[in-house]
């Protein structure tokens, strides 16, 4: 069982490419979560029906290494997330999942 948080995010329009850039699997907040231990991976999604309607899935071993890596960079994750207010009309958690492990069929 691994953990996962998810966000959704209203991006201004003419700010979708930045939007994508920063949010995306290679982007700020990807590079801040891998400096800590026990971030497995982000995805992020685009609505097909509202291309500004984002949902970001940030993946880790455990909710115990996500609040572990808020703690200890807590004033690096405030200045991205100040940084990036400029890119979203709003944003707001979706929540905490436990994410199963899967197997493969045959």
Do not use: N
């Not at 115990?64 to 979203?88: G, P, V, Y």
């Amino acid at each position: 069982m691994s953990f996962a948080y998810i966000w959704e995010y209203r991006v201004v329009e003419d700010r979708i490419e930045t939007f994508r850039r920063v949010y995306g699997p290679d982007g700020d907040w990807v590079q801040l979560f891998l400096r800590a231990e026990g971030y497995v991976r982000t995805e992020l999604y685009q609505s097909v029906d509202d291309p500004t309607r984002f949902v970001t899935t940030d993946f880790w071993t455990s909710k115990t290494a996500r609040d572990a890596f808020r703690e200890q960079f807590s004033a690096e994750f405030e200045e991205l997330d100040e940084r990036c207010e400029a890119l979203t009309i709003e944003e707001r958690c979706l929540g905490d999942f436990d994410v199963p492990t899967v197997s493969r069929h045959p």
